[in-house]
């Protein structure tokens, strides 16, 4: 303690407040202590904790997560159009409580690295009647809205955009408004190895297949499950195809029409570096 800042008259007049203080700064020391024992353990046991950036808002933060925003907002005692401030810290609910909508029941497991594909989406791939050299390039789209179902995009490419076969894409990621987070969908457009359509040119399209994430990615980053999805489907999609992660793009990599497809905000180096080489 420094018992020499403090002004005072004589030494003895002092010693109570002194005695007083340092019996304090025990009672402080101890309460901390107690603190950082306490506090970690019953977040680490369940949930994590974020620290508000500047710009977030619960919206942006749930959907990072992967999680609903009203959950969210509820868990931290806010209403969903809260206003956060950066530096406020957040409880992050553990996803499996978080999930109000039953999970689909081919949700990938997730382990520590690589999520494995669905089963039913493996074998979609897998008896597929791919040619030889057929394709030579996975390209990755977003869908530039928030929600989504593989349904409504399917519909809206037939009617609005007429494209006889329907959806562009080979795939659709849902991001859980709509289809389930990270649930996979397949078109006909692999099933039945039709040329795709989703970019600008007729000659490209012969030879990419196309991968549609459901999000806004100018805005948010895709959930941590839709990239998993698509990792993993990419992974499979290379095996099939004998490509090398040289094949995968983004749209925008890819365009001969400058488009910002999938967004600033998807991780584009870092999800094409977690790529691993089939080994075939
Ligand atoms: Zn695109």
């Known amino acids: 303690m420094g ?9 003895d007049r002092c010693r109570p407040l002194i005695q007083r203080l340092k019996l304090l700064a025990l009672h402080t ?12 353990v019953t977040l680490l046991a369940s949930d994590e904790s974020y620290i508000v950036k500047r710009g977030d808002t619960i919206y942006s933060i749930a959907r990072s997560y992967g999680i609903p925003s009203t959950v969210l907002a509820e868990r931290n005692g806010l209403s969903g159009s809260s206003h956060v401030y950066a530096g ?21 497991a997730r382990n520590s690295t690589h999520t494995a594909l669905p089963r039913s989406i493996q074998r979609a791939i897998d008896i597929a009647p791919v040619r030889p050299g057929r394709w030579q390039y996975i390209v990755i789209h ?17 009617e609005v955009r007429h494209m006889e076969n329907g959806l562009a894409y080979d795939f659709v990621i849902g991001n859980g ?28 399209n012969k030879v990419a297949l196309g991968i549609c994430l459901v999000g806004n990615f100018d805005e948010r980053r895709p ?12 992974e499979a999609l290379m095996v099939r195809c004998k490509l090398t992660p040289r094949a ?3 749209h925008q990599q890819i365009n001969i029409v ?3 497809c999938p967004g600033t905000k998807f991780p584009t180096q870092s999800f094409l570096d977690s790529l691993r080489s089939p080994s075939h």
């Not at 020391?29 to 970690?40: F, Q």
């Not at 977003?142 to 399917?154: E, I, N």
């Not at 998993?228 to 990419?234: E, I, P, S, Y």
Request: net charge positive.
């Open 3 to 11: 018992g020499g800042v403090l002004i005072c008259a004589g030494v």
């Open 29 to 40: 020391a101890l309460w901390l202590v107690a603190w950082a024992v306490v506090v970690p």
């Open 88 to 108: 406020q810290r957040l409880v992050i609910p553990a996803r499996r409580t978080a999930q109000r909508t039953p999970a689909p029941t081919e949700a990938p």
């Open 142 to 158: 977003h869908s530039g809205v928030d929600t989504g179902t593989f349904k409504a995009m399917d519909q809206y490419h037939r």
């Open 177 to 204: 408004n709509g289809m389930g987070d990270g649930e996979i969908a397949v078109s006909r457009r692999w099933t039945q190895q039709l040329d795709g359509g989703h970019l600008a040119s007729e000659a490209q």
């Open 223 to 234: 959930t941590p499950r839709e990239l998993d999805g698509l990792r993993a489907l990419v």
């Open 248 to 250: 995968v793009k983004t």
């Open 258 to 260: 400058h488009t910002r």
